[in-house]
Structure formats: C-alpha cells, structure tokens
C-alpha cells in the first residue's frame, strides 16, 4: 500500500463519517415504499376476504388459499431472487421488483375467479419476497453505521403504514357501498373487494415513479467484485462529494459465490441461526394472527352481529385500531435499537407478544359481546402488536441485512425471508384448521409457546452487530452480543 493511498480513508470509513445526503434518502424513500406496499398486499386480503368468499362461493380450502397464495409466493421470491440479487446487482433487481408488483396487483383486481386470484395473488408474493433481502441489503450498506439501525427500522414501518392503509381502505370501501346501496349487500360482495385490491396498483405506480427519479447502485456491492472504477462513480453519487476507491483503498473483503451452502459453513452458521430461527416461530405468530386479524376481532367482539355489512364494518374498524398499534412498535423500535441492542430488544419484544396472545386466549373464555371480552380484545392486540413492532418484527429484518458479507447479503437475507415465510404459511393455512379442532384458547397459547421459544433461541445464537463495520461483522468469526449494557 503507497503512503498515499494510506492517507486515504476507505469507502466505509467515509459513508461512516457522512451526513444523510438526499440520494441517501431517495434510496430509503424507495425501500421504504416498497415495504408499504407489502403491508398493503399482505393485510388488506383479510378485509377483502369476506366478499371473495361470497363472490366466488369459497370454500374454507380455497380461503386458506387465497390467504396463503401471497406469503407461499414470497417464499419462493425470498429464496431464489436473493441469490440472484448477490449476482446481478440489487439496482436491476429492483426495477424487476417494481414490474412484478405492478402487473401482479392489477391481475388482482381484475381476477375472473378464484384460480387467477390465487394465480395473481402469488406472483405478488414473489415481488414482496425479492423485496426483503433486496431493501435490506440496498439500505444497510448505503448508510452510515450510525443511522444504519433506525434507518432500516424506520423503513419497515411502513409496513405498518401500509397496514393500517390496507385497514383504512377497506374501511372507507364499505362505507362508501353502504351510502351507495343502503338496502343491500349484493354490489358490495361483488366489486368492493376489486376497489380495495386495485389502490394496490395505484400504490405500485406510485412506487415505481419512485424508481425511475434516480438510479444507483450499491458502491460496496461494486466493490465486492473488484469493480472500483464504477464504485468510485457509485460513492461519489452517494456522499454527493467526490470518491476515489482502490484495492489499496478498501480492507480485505469476502468474495464467496453467493451459494446456500455458504450459509452453513462454519463462519456464517450462527449468523445464519440467528437471522432464520427466530424470524421463522415470529411469522408463525405473526401472520398466523395479523392475515386473519379482521376476522378474528370480528369472532371475538362481534360474534352477535348479524347484519353482514355492519359486522365487517366494525371488523375493519378493529384492524385499524390494531394497525395504529404496529406504527407505535415501530416507533419503539427507532427509539430503542441503538440504546437497548437488537438482541435486548427482540428478547423483550417476543416476551411481550407472548403475554399480548396470553390476554387474546382469556378474552374467549368470557361472555360473547360482553364488555370485558372486548376489552380484552383491545389489550391483547394492543401488546402484542406494539411489542411485536418494538421488537423481533422490526430486529429479524435488520439482523438479516447486518451479520452476512456483501457478497451473500441479499442471498443470506433472502434464506431467512424464506424460512420465515415458511413459519408464516405455516400459521395461516393450518391456523384455520387448528381453531376449529382447538379451540381459540388453546391456539393462541401454542402460539405464545412459539414466542418464548423464539426468545431463546435469540439468547443462544446472539451476535454484536450494532455500530460494527458490517464487513467485520459477516467476515469473521462473531462474538456474542453481551446481555449488559455497555
């Protein structure tokens, strides 16, 4: 290394010491709406479900199916577009991401029945699936190690937004029917679920005009494969100030392919533990509970009502409320993630989920209707969603974009989406089926079980990544995260 090239501070040295620049945050903004639009998709189908399952004579099958069809298809998006992202760039990925959600959403508005809503439905969940991997990496390698956590956070809240977007529309949807057509429920079974699905095109165009305002690759991304010239013309786009980077530059970096097998070598099996795990009993929970939240504040606190328009009204109504509850999580999380560590705070957050499905299982125990269950109701949503967000729902996704190298990344990542999303077809296609033989009680407490499960296996497979140099962090052996504060 030349005296002058040692003066010269890398790449990561100076993203650490840069401020937030505007490129910085048209990155975020676009990571950021993107994960809005996987809240949208993935929740507004419990509002819309009770309509499909009039208009087209559903059977429970076909629900758990047209539940399910997203998440099964963001499996498969997580497991096969995060390596493809390691390989071609997670700027090209991201104008496929965007073309996949746009057509997807439109097919489903416009499905002609059950089959090409299912169809449609899952060629959506492929486009959330190449979109974690692919946002987290986009946002934990362009960002300075100070920011880095919140910044990632702070991005998935907006699937929160896109939640309580998702409960909102359908909201103002059954509302607008019934002003329309106070006598009867036949147009509102037959459109209103298209109105709900099609602001998801809207949300999709909105994203991809996003997209095409700038362009920019992951200079570290560059780098990784000896590509300085072009990650010099990356950074300086970036830090909006002049960079220069070289192999003298730069500290040694990992060059694996970006291959499953990499995964579980002896260097990266804990990380790959530790980002995959608890992700996977979380989503069990989460999407086992979140999907069908509508239906069940609708069972729980509106098991009286008849009338089918006013019970999916109050039903909607309910997930709002609950969906004000993710963003104030989220909130939680930006707050904490820094002074508290990403373990400490996930630890805390599936403890407090377990205690929020605790409430949820009493609540069914008392009088349908009655003012104690649905207070219950309220508390139990309220915890376990607020903690939920404060905690592993927010800390799963970071942890997945800090503790692999550049070069598996995206790959890493997206193996963890995909093992979560297993947990998460998992809880909502069997869940269903476990409550008729089970009973609502005993379901919520396995799905408690699952939690403090989760908080274990966060303490035995624990990792520092906080403030760490993320290069450090994914190319050596990792040290666990001490359990006290520094």
Sequence with gaps: MTASSAATPSFETQLDESPITRTMWLLWLLSAGLIALDGFDFFIIGVAIPFLKQDFGLDAVAIGAVATAAVAGSLVGSLTLGPITDRIGRQLMLIVDVAIFVIATMGTALAWNATSLIAFRFLVGVGIGADYPISVSYITENMPARWRGRMVIGAFTFQAVGALLGAVTGLVTIAVFRMLYPDTSAMAIQYAWRWMLGVGVLLAIAVAIVRLSFSLESPRYYISRGEYEEASIAATQLLETDITITPDT?????????????????????????????????????????????????????????????????????????????????????????????????????????????????????????????????????????????????????????????????????????????????????????????????????????????????????????GQSLEAIGATEVMPEPLVPK
């Design 250 to 466: 730069e500290p040694p970096i990992s060059t694996e392919s970006p291959t499953f097998g990499a995964l579980f070598n002896q260097m990266h099996r804990r990380s790959t533990l530790l980002a995959s795990l608890p992700w996977f009993l979380q989503d069990i929970a989460t999407y086992g509970v979140g999907i069908f939240t509508p239906a069940i504040i609708a069972m729980l606190a509106f098991a009286d009502e008849t009338d089918f328009m006013v019970r999916e009204m109050g039903s909607a109504k309910g997930s709002a409320v609950v969906d004000v509850f993710l963003i104030l999580g989220f909130i939680g999380a930006i707050v904490l993630v820094e002074k508290l560590g990403r373990i400490r705070l996930q630890v805390a957050g599936f403890m407090g989920m377990a205690v929020g499905l605790s409430i949820l299982a009493a609540a069914s125990r008392l009088p349908a209707g009655s003012q104690g269950e649905i207070g219950l109701v309220v508390t139990g949503f309220f915890v376990f969603n607020l903690m939920m967000n404060a905690g592993p729902n927010a800390t799963t996704f970071l942890l997945s974009g800090e503790v692999f190298p550049t070069s598996i990344r995206a790959t890493g990542a997206g193996f963890a989406a995909a093992f979560a999303k297993a947990g998460a077809v998992l809880g909502t296609f069997v869940l269903p089926v476990l409550q008729r033989s089970l009973g609502a009680p005993t379901l919520l407490l396995g799905l408690a079980g699952c939690c403090v499960l989760a908080a274990g296996l966060t303490l035995l497979y624990r990792i520092d990544t906080a």
